[in-house]
């Protein structure tokens, strides 16, 4: 099937990776401005003809997040009024996706709100990276492909890592399946930190770790870094037992506030993310690496415009 009537356009949030996507495919972006009025309103004009189209909207609900949502939203509703057939939003991050349910009363559970929206303004389908809730495709009501970023990462450490001993290590006790996916696919052992309440005081987090790490080279393996707190937490315990070599894999890298300030610091060696989000500060320092997602998104795409199974992508999820 030829590709002469898919359609691929970019938000501000992720050009490059956009671009990667459309080189992948041999295609080139369609022409679309997303402009500023002088009060801060987002103004979205699409250039190019859509009609009849299948339009895959790259865009991801990073940092500004709310300002990068509301982008989309009038990008998608832009496509709706010009007649695209089908329109796919593909969030490599998404954002409010920590919001998946109610902590404590009179909250609101800002997943589903977000849910509700992105599919009220008009997307048929979502494509997206390791949400980090997996219940969150329920809260949509049309077909939602959660990909996963683990084997990007870690085909790219295989031989690294299993030559010097290494052990996969989850930073909580939720994380555990995606670690094990990843110690089973290097043939290493797994360890897991458990995080407790300290019932003597009331709050402090306490650690334990189930896994041996002693002169191990140990790799860390998460969906979000965020502040990097937690991250840098489990560091320090993995030295404290030993760990001769400390290295972290994380599909979304938001490094908010002093993040970075705090990796450096900690006993970490380096830390590997995806570009599902565009973070100019990071690409600055020597201590972060990343992995393009252009390639896994293009072929996925592909298929999905092709109406050809996304599972194949991943024989052995």
Same mark, same amino acid.
């Not at 990073?62 to 089908?86: C, H, M, T, Y």
């Not at 492909?145 to 930073?171: F, Q």
């Not at 399946?177 to 003597?200: H, T």
């Given at each position: 099937?030829?590709?002469?009537?898919?359609?691929?356009?970019?938000?501000?949030?992720?050009?490059?990776?956009?671009?990667?996507?459309?080189?992948?495919?041999?295609?080139?972006?369609?022409?679309?401005?997303?402009?500023?009025?002088?009060?801060?309103?987002?103004?979205?004009?699409?250039?190019?003809?859509?009609?009849?189209?299948?339009?895959?909207?790259?865009?991801?609900?990073?940092?500004?997040?709310?300002?990068?949502?509301?982008?989309?939203?009038?990008?998608?509703?832009?496509?709706?009024?010009?007649?695209?057939?089908?329109?796919?939003?593909?969030?490599?991050?998404?954002?409010?996706?920590?919001?998946?349910?109610?902590?404590?009363?009179?909250?609101?559970?800002?997943?589903?709100? *977000?849910? !509700?929206? @992105?599919?009220?303004?008009?997307?048929? $389908?979502? %494509?997206? &990276? /390791?949400?980090?809730?997996?219940?969150?495709?329920?809260?949509?009501?049309?077909?939602?492909?959660?990909?996963?970023?683990?084997?990007?990462?870690?085909?790219?450490?295989?031989?690294?890592?299993?030559?010097?001993?290494?052990?996969?290590?989850?930073?909580?006790?939720?994380?555990?399946?995606?670690?094990?996916?990843?110690?089973?696919?290097?043939?290493?052992?797994?360890?897991?930190?458990?995080?407790?309440r300290d019932r003597q005081d009331g709050g402090v987090? *306490?650690? !334990?770790? @189930?896994?041996?790490?002693?002169?191990? $080279?140990? %790799?860390? &393996? /998460?969906?979000?870094?965020?502040?990097?707190?937690?991250?840098?937490?489990?560091?320090?315990?993995?030295?404290?037992?030993?760990?001769?070599?400390?290295?972290?894999?994380?599909?979304?890298?938001?490094?908010?506030?002093?993040?970075?300030?705090?990796?450096?610091?900690?006993?970490?060696?380096?830390?590997?993310?995806?570009?599902?989000?565009?973070?100019?500060?990071?690409?600055?320092?020597?201590?972060?690496?990343?992995?393009?997602?252009?390639?896994?998104?293009?072929?996925?795409?592909?298929?999905?415009?092709?109406?050809?199974?996304?599972?194949?992508?991943?024989?052995?999820?």
């Amino acid at each position: 099937m030829k590709l002469q009537d898919l359609k691929i356009i970019a938000g501000n949030s992720n050009p490059e990776l956009a671009q990667e996507i459309v080189s992948n495919l041999d295609k080139k972006l369609t022409e679309a401005s997303v402009d500023r009025f002088p009060d801060g309103e987002i103004h979205v004009h699409i250039q190019e003809t859509v009609r009849g189209a299948s339009v895959f909207v790259v865009q991801s609900i990073s940092p500004p997040v709310n300002e990068n949502l509301v982008e989309l939203l009038l990008i998608i509703d832009a496509l709706k009024r010009a007649s695209a057939k089908q329109i796919a939003a593909v969030i490599p991050y998404y954002g409010y996706a920590r919001q998946d349910r109610k902590q404590t009363g009179r909250v609101p559970i800002s997943a589903k709100l *977000v849910a !509700n929206i @992105i599919s009220t303004a008009g997307a048929d $389908r979502i %494509l997206t &990276v /390791d949400l980090h809730a997996g219940q969150i495709q329920g809260f949509f009501d049309i077909p939602v492909d959660n990909l996963r970023g683990d084997p990007v990462l870690a085909n790219n450490l295989t031989d690294e890592v299993s030559s010097e001993g290494g052990v996969v290590v989850s930073p909580d006790v939720g994380g555990a399946k995606r670690a094990r996916k990843v110690s089973q696919k290097l043939n290493l052992p797994l360890a897991i930190v458990e995080k407790k309440r300290d019932r003597q005081d009331g709050g402090v987090k *306490v650690l !334990n770790l @189930i896994g041996e790490v002693e002169s191990k $080279r140990c %790799l860390i &393996v /998460d969906d979000i870094i965020s502040t990097a707190g937690t991250l840098t937490e489990v560091a320090e315990i993995l030295a404290e037992r030993g760990a001769s070599h400390i290295e972290a894999i994380c599909t979304h890298g938001i490094f908010a506030e002093d993040a970075l300030e705090y990796i450096e610091e900690s006993p970490i060696n380096s830390v590997t993310v995806t570009n599902t989000i565009k973070n100019s500060d990071a690409e600055k320092v020597d201590f972060i690496n990343h992995i393009s997602m252009g390639d896994l998104f293009a072929r996925t795409i592909k298929r999905i415009y092709e109406e050809k199974s996304v599972s194949t992508l991943f024989p052995h999820s």
